[in-house]
């Protein structure tokens, strides 16, 4: 990978972020529908690493390290996201999305659950990074 230290940060920052919520959403709609979202975490360092490579016209090392952590903040919220819908769903509406959002940990520990949320955050980080960045390999991005 060849790093440019003429990028734009600020412009990167916002093509990671854009990159990363179009992954957030994909993720939270293969959540949706019952589904480990393998896809998704691959859309998000996809994403937030082209994202950033576009808008900042091209990449610098922290330019890669702004990106990790929009891909550690996307997952996060990624995760928590498709537990606070389940949640509503579960409580048919009685509950706001936002309580729900908001309470997410607690709720879960109420519930017994919380170790699940946990789990499910560590697996979408092994499959963000770890499919991403395979990924990136197959394309040729970063040399083998």
């Not at 975490?41 to 890669?64: D, E, H, N, R, V």
């Not at 509950?95 to 170790?115: D, M, P, T």
């Amino acid at each position: 990978m060849y790093f440019d230290d003429d990028d734009s940060k600020i412009a990167g920052a916002v093509g990671a972020v854009i990159g990363a919520a179009l992954g957030v959403g994909l993720w939270c709609l293969i959540g949706l529908l019952g589904r480990i979202a393998f896809i998704g975490g691959i859309a998000i360092c996809l994403g937030s690493l082209g994202g950033y490579y576009l808008l900042g016209k091209g990449m610098s090392k922290t330019g890669l390290i702004i990106s990790l952590v929009i891909i550690v903040l996307a997952v996060y919220f990624a995760t928590r996201l498709n537990y606070a819908i389940s949640l509503y769903r579960a409580f048919d509406g009685e509950v706001s999305f936002g309580k729900c959002y908001s309470g997410v940990i607690k709720l879960l520990a109420a519930f017994g659950e919380k170790g699940s949320f946990y789990k499910d955050l560590i697996f979408g980080y092994l499959i963000t990074i770890g499919g991403g960045f395979m990924a990136l390999m197959k394309l040729g991005v970063i040399d083998s």
